[in-house]
C-alpha cells in the first residue's frame, strides 16, 4: 500500500551513510535534502561534522548536490561556503529537480542515492524515478508549518509500517 513511500533504509543520521558503504552499492552521487537533513531547518551554516561528513564524501570521489524546497538565499547560504551545488525551489516530489541533479552530477539513476528526512517530498519523488533512497531521522524536533502537515501524514505511515512489521529507524535506537 505505501510502497512509493517506503525508503530502501532508514538510518538516525546521515553520519550512518559512508563511502565504503556506498562503494559497496556502486554509488557515486549524493542528491541530499538541506533543512532537517543535513542541519536544523532553522540553521543557516553547516555544523563542522556536517562540513567533514561533504568532505570526506568528495575526497572519496563520491560527488554531492542539494536539492531542497527552500528559496535561493537559504541553500546558497548553507551550499556556497561548501563549494557544493545545489537546487533551490526543487518541488519536490515532482521529478524534475532530481533529473537536474542527476545531469549536474554526470550520473545514473543507479549511481545516486536520495538522503532526506520527509517520505512525502524527498522519498516519494525519488522513489519515483527509481533512486535508492534513504530516509534520516530529522535533525530537528521542531518543524516549519508545510512540514508539520507532512509529519502527521507520516506518523500515520510509519504506524502502518510498524503494524506490517517494517523497521524504521525508530526502532534502530
Not at 530537528?140 to 524504521?168: P, Q, Y
Request: proline share 3%; no cysteine.
Amino acid at each position: 500500500m505505501y510502497n512509493f513511500l517506503l525508503p530502501k533504509e532508514f538510518v538516525t543520521s546521515v553520519y550512518e551513510i559512508t563511502p565504503e558503504k556506498l562503494e559497496k552499492l556502486g554509488i557515486k552521487g549524493i542528491i541530499t535534502d538541506l533543512d532537517n537533513t543535513l542541519i536544523e531547518w532553522n540553521r543557516h551554516e553547516a555544523t563542522e561534522e556536517i562540513a567533514n561528513w561533504i568532505k570526506g564524501m568528495e575526497e572519496a570521489g563520491i560527488k554531492v548536490i542539494i536539492a531542497s524546497n527552500n528559496n535561493e538565499a537559504r541553500v546558497k547560504r548553507f551550499a556556497d561556503p561548501l563549494g557544493i551545488p545545489y537546487i533551490y525551489k526543487a518541488r519536490k516530489p515532482l521529478g524534475a529537480a532530481y533529473l537536474a541533479a542527476l545531469k549536474q552530477l554526470g550520473l545514473k539513476k543507479n549511481e545516486v542515492i536520495m538522503v532526506g528526512d520527509q517520505l512525502l517530498t524527498d522519498v516519494m519523488g525519488a522513489n519515483r524515478l527509481k533512486l535508492y533512497t534513504i530516509l534520516v531521522r530529522p535533525v530537528a524536533e521542531s518543524d516549519g508549518m508545510v512540514t508539520k502537515f507532512n509529519r502527521f501524514v507520516e506518523r500515520r505511515v510509519f504506524n502502518s509500517l510498524k503494524r506490517r512489521g517494517i523497521k524504521t529507524w525508530e526502532e534502530k535506537e
